[in-house]
């Protein structure tokens, strides 16, 4: 009488993933490998992240006031770049200045969103008087 249990045939283990990041691609891989790390063979999607997240982040956050407080806390760490490349830094700055650009970019696109919604600081602009206006209100 044959077995009711037939070896199956194990798979074939895959191959290893690794992709090349420079000083502005390295924030955008960490941040796509926190949700998991591509197969091999399978798209990388670091590059889509790093064209739409800080965007996609803008129109989030998008205020004028708070967006330039972040846009110039990147350009901080970019000007000091290379004093913080070779400095031994916590894990916190350590994180910060490996997603410097990222930083720098959800800051701008904040602020281009910002102005988009004419909002800063939580409080409403009348930047390019397109400003909604209901009946009776008191301005």
């Not at 045939?9 to 790390?37: L, R």
């Not at 760490?77 to 200045?97: C, F, Q, S, V, Y």
């Not at 988009?116 to 909604?132: A, P, W």
């Amino acid at each position: 009488m044959p077995s009711l249990v037939d070896q199956v045939a194990k798979p074939w283990p895959t191959p290893p993933t690794h992709f090349t990041t420079n000083k502005f691609t390295y924030g955008y891989q960490e941040f796509v490998n926190t949700y998991g790390i591509p197969r091999y063979r399978e798209a990388n999607p670091a590059l889509f992240t790093a064209a739409t997240f800080p965007f996609l982040f803008g129109v989030m956050y998008g205020d004028i006031g708070h967006g330039l407080f972040l846009f110039f806390a990147g350009l901080y760490l970019l000007a000091n770049e290379k004093a913080n490349d070779n400095a031994k830094l916590g894990e916190m700055m350590g994180g910060m200045h490996s997603g410097r650009y990222m930083i720098t970019m959800m800051g701008f696109f904040a602020v281009y969103a910002g102005f988009m919604y004419n909002d800063m600081f939580s409080l409403g602009l009348n930047l390019f008087r397109s400003r909604y206006e209901f009946e009776g209100q008191d301005d």
